[in-house]
């Protein structure tokens, strides 16, 4: 498959790093090379039109990569991998690509985290989302809650206001002692986002009318705990892929 750029140039140093500890999610803003997004775009229609069709336990949507040749290029890609290592440190595993395409009237999803390495926060998990075409608040809008992925906590609410007393109310931000807030937020074409995989987040319900939200995940971990959201085949975990050698195995 042919290289090309997939990000612009951007910056991520100490400093940001250091955002991205506090905060727990880190957004670049139209990152994405307007070649990038015009090939997401086509490979995220083409998994969802594999959708209605889906072979239940190896799902176009949850193992996208395995399914179209672009998105596979994208799991070594070097600037996918520096992105990654910038976060991460040196040592990673790929973990799982999953597109998140929500047409009109999608129903978003509610409050929960993901876990891994629950009780030791030297192994790390970050998921990399490609919002193609961004998303406003209250329209497929991810929102989030800075510091909650310190807590490395597990849970699910359905609404902001079960999750603020539910959960939010008692918690401080173990670091700054600031209450904890929800964000919504709001980007622009080609955004990334970086999260801590223990980061609380939800996604606002998409707007009837508005088109669909082209939208991929790239997850990589530090190697030492199994990993629940590790989808990946038998078959594609032994495949040869450019960029990809040593970074497919659980440990
Ligand atoms: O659709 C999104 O923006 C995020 C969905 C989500 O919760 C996830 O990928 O973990
Ligand atoms: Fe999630």
């Known amino acids: 498959m042919e290289r090309f750029p997939i990000f612009?140039?951007?910056?991520?140093?100490?400093?940001?790093?250091?955002?991205?500890?506090?905060?727990?999610?880190?957004?670049?803003?139209g990152l994405l090379t307007s070649k990038a997004c015009e090939r997401l775009t086509e490979s995220l229609s083409y998994i969802q039109s594999?959708?209605?069709?889906?072979?239940?336990?190896?799902?176009p949507n949850r193992f996208a990569a395995e399914y179209d040749e672009f998105l596979e290029s994208l799991i070594g890609h070097?600037?996918?991998?520096?992105l990654a290592r910038q976060v991460l440190g040196q040592d990673l595993r790929y973990d799982h690509c999953v597109t998140l395409n929500r047409p009109g009237g999608n129903q978003g999803t509610g409050w929960h985290s993901h876990t891994y390495s629950d009780d030791d926060p030297s192994l790390g998990f970050i998921r990399?989302?490609?919002?193609?075409?961004?998303?406003?608040?209250?329209?497929?809008?991810l929102k989030a809650v800075?510091?909650?992925?310190?807590?490395?906590?597990?849970?699910?609410?359905?609404?902001?206001?079960?999750?603020?007393?539910?959960?939010?109310a008692?918690?401080?931000?173990?670091l700054t002692g600031e209450p904890l807030e929800i964000q919504d937020l709001s980007v622009p074409d080609g955004t990334v986002v970086l999260m801590w995989t223990h980061a609380a987040h939800a996604v606002s319900p998409r707007q009837p009318n508005s088109k669909t939200?082209?939208?991929?995940?790239?997850?990589?971990r530090n190697p030492g705990?199994?990993?629940?959201?590790r989808w990946i085949s038998e078959e594609f975990e032994h495949k040869h892929i450019d960029g990809v050698e040593g970074l497919m195995s659980l440990y």
Request: glycine content about 8%; charged content about 25%.
């Open 8 to 29: 612009e140039s951007y910056e991520f140093n100490e400093e940001q790093k250091a955002e991205m500890d506090r905060v727990g999610h880190f957004v670049l803003p």
């Open 78 to 82: 070097p600037q996918m991998l520096a």
């Open 213 to 220: 939200r082209w939208a991929v995940v790239y997850a990589y």
């Open 128 to 141: 990399i989302f490609f919002y193609v075409n961004g998303f406003d608040v209250n329209d497929g809008g």
């Open 225 to 229: 705990r199994p990993s629940a959201a």
């Open 50 to 59: 594999l959708v209605p069709n889906a072979a239940e336990g190896h799902e």
């Open 170 to 174: 008692d918690k401080k931000h173990m």
């Open 146 to 168: 800075p510091g909650s992925h310190l807590y490395r906590d597990k849970y699910r609410f359905q609404t902001d206001e079960e999750f603020q007393s539910g959960w939010i």
